[in-house]
């Protein structure tokens, strides 16, 4: 009922910056959280931070510092920015939208970063 479109990732050098966007259609409630997740080779899926409605915004200890995450309601899109990257932060990022009321999760296809010299 929701798709989730991603763009923006790419290789950067250590201490750069990206900006990842999510472009949300179909069913979208103005209630609904969205969000980014990351998952490495090897690794379990991590909250990257995620942002409710209002503005309301909770990230993941990793990235606390170096990453702003942000919303445009009436584009339903929402944006990561990423700062100060480093070789961990290499991954595959997710845009994650939840419908509270139903509590499901859609999940985009993800965007590759690469954070390597």
């Known amino acids: 009922q929701v798709q989730l479109v991603e763009s923006g990732g790419g290789l950067v050098q250590p201490g750069g910056s990206l900006r990842l966007s999510c472009a949300a259609s179909?069913?979208?409630?103005?209630?609904?959280?969205m969000g980014w997740y990351r998952q490495a080779p090897g690794k379990e899926r991590e909250l990257v931070a995620n942002?409710?409605?209002?503005?309301?915004?909770n990230y993941g200890d990793s990235v606390k510092g170096r990453f702003t995450i942000s919303r445009d309601n009436a584009k339903n899109t929402e944006y990561l920015q990423m700062n100060s990257l480093k070789p961990e932060d290499t991954a595959v990022y997710l845009c994650?939208?939840?419908?509270?009321?139903?509590?499901?999760?859609?999940w985009g296809k993800g965007t590759l970063v690469t954070v390597s010299s």
């Open positions: 179909g069913n979208i409630f103005s209630t609904d959280i």
């Open positions: 942002i409710t409605p209002g503005g309301t915004t």
């Open positions: 994650n939208y939840k419908n509270i009321w139903w509590n499901v999760n859609y």
